[in-house]
Nanobody, 115 residues
């Protein structure tokens, strides 16, 4: 059974950076479009960024120019480099396929932006 495990979250000050990782237990990532999503407190989960199998990227307007999604298929890992973080980026961040497969939701990784 394939699992996606997110890591790299934490507490960061406004303006800071974090790099999230999404590791797959199998070789799923090499053949899938992958995405990052987030759920802020008391809000629905929302799309953040996506990357195709050959590296074409797309971003939500709220993170464009600040976040960078990338992938390393040799490591079955997708990354999300987050720069210029602000308190509105506080959320639990998840990865999943594009389109979403409910079987692949993991625990996510908490990102808190606060001074």
């Amino acid at each position: 059974q394939v699992q996606l495990v997110e890591s790299g979250g934490g507490l960061v000050q406004p303006g800071g950076s974090l790099r999230l990782s999404c590791a797959a237990s199998g070789s799923i990532l090499s053949s899938k479009h992958m995405g990052w999503y987030r759920r802020a407190p008391d809000q629905q989960r929302e799309f953040v960024a996506q990357i195709t199998g050959d590296g074409v990227t797309m971003y939500a307007g709220s993170v464009k120019g600040r976040f960078i999604i990338s992938r390393d298929n040799t490591k079955n890992t997708v990354y999300l480099q987050m720069n210029s973080l602000n308190p509105e980026d506080t959320a639990v961040y998840y990865c999943n396929t594009i389109p979403v497969d409910p079987r692949y939701w993991g625990q996510g990784t908490q990102v808190t932006v606060s001074s």
